[in-house]
C-alpha cells in the first residue's frame, strides 16, 4: 500500500495525515492519489485512475516508511524521494544533494548482480549509494552471499516497523560465526573515507562512513567491548577483541 504523496508544494505527506477527498500526487508516476483507509483498513493513497506500471504500487508500507523517515532524519529541503537519473533509467528511493549521496532501501531479497549494477549505475554519474538492509529478508542468523558480497561497500540494516521503534545498525560478520554489531548509526552524519591514509585496505571500495558506525568507532579508537566474561565456555571478551582486530584488518592495513 502507498503511505506517502506529494502535496501542491511538492512535499511528502503520509497518508495517515492527509486530508480525505483531497487529491495528492505518486511520487513515481505523478497521477493524483487520494487518501482512504477506515476501521478495517490502513490510511494509504490509492490511484484515480489505476495505473499497474507505476513502481511504488509494488512497495512495501515498511518501504515507504523508511523512505519518509530517512527524508526527515536529513536536513530540511535537501533530500528527494524518488529522484529519477535518466541517463542511467534508475529511480532512487532518496537522494541527498548535497553530498551526492542515495539511499536505497532493500526489504525483499535481491542478486548480487543487481547490487553491484545498482552501485556502478549510481558511481558513474558521481553519486554514492547506501544500501539500508532491511531485516525483514536480511540479517537472518547466518550472513548470506549478499550480505557478505556489500561489506566491501558502506551498508546498514535497519529492523524499523511504520510509526514504530527501530534502528539502524552497522554489521561485521566474523566469517559466519557471530557478528559484530553497533546500534544507532547516524545517518545524518556522512564522514568521507580518508584515501590519503595509507592505512586504508586497498580492497576497500567504500567511498564514505558515518558517525557511530564500526568504521567510526575504529578510526576513533572508541570501540567498546563486552563486559560479560563467560558464555556457553569461551570467553565473549575475548571473542569481542578477535573479531574487532578482523574487522580491523579487513578495512585496514593493520
Known amino acids: ?91 532512487a528511493d532518496v537522494s541527498w544533494r548535497r553530498y551526492k549521496i542515495l539511499f536505497e532501501v532493500q526489504y525483499s531479497p535481491i542478486s548480487i548482480e543487481e547490487l553491484e549494477h545498482r552501485i556502478e549505475d549510481y558511481r558513474s554519474i558521481g553519486w554514492t549509494l547506501i544500501w539500508i538492509l532491511h531485516t525483514h529478508s536480511f540479517f537472518k542468523g547466518r550472513p548470506s552471499r549478499e550480505e557478505l558480497f556489500l561489506e566491501s561497500y558502506t551498508h546498514y540494516f535497519s529492523n524499523h516497523i511504520p510509526r514504530g521503534a527501530g534502528t539502524f545498525f552497522d554489521v561485521f560478520w566474523r566469517g559466519k560465526q557471530i557478528p559484530l554489531i553497533k546500534e544507532g548509526v547516524e545517518l545524518n552524519a556522512p564522514l568521507r573515507v580518508p584515501r590519503q591514509d595509507s592505512t586504508w585496505g586497498e580492497r576497500e571500495k567504500r567511498d564514505l562512513y558515518f558517525k557511530n558506525d564500526l568504521i567510526d568507532d575504529a578510526l576513533r579508537g572508541q570501540f567498546s567491548f563486552p563486559t560479560v566474561e563467560k558464555n556457553r565456555g569461551y570467553s565473549i571478551k575475548r571473542y569481542a577483541k578477535s573479531a574487532f582486530n578482523l574487522f580491523l584488518e579487513s578495512v585496514f592495513n593493520q
Not at 478495517?40 to 512497495?59: G, I, P, T, V
Open 1 to 91: 500500500m502507498q503511505s506517502i504523496a506529494l502535496d501542491g508544494d511538492g512535499k511528502a505527506v503520509s497518508a495517515d495525515l492527509a486530508a480525505r477527498g483531497k487529491d495528492y500526487l505518486c511520487l513515481a508516476c505523478g497521477s493524483s492519489v487520494r487518501r482512504r483507509g477506515g476501521d478495517w483498513m490502513r490510511d494509504h493513497f490509492y490511484h484515480l485512475q489505476e495505473n499497474r506500471a507505476c513502481h511504488l504500487s509494488q512497495k512495501s508500507e515498511t518501504h515507504l516508511y523508511l523512505q519518509l523517515h530517512l527524508q526527515k532524519l536529513l536536513p530540511p529541503g535537501e533530500a528527494l524521494l524518488e529522484e529519477r537519473f535518466p541517463t542511467i533509467n534508475r529511480i
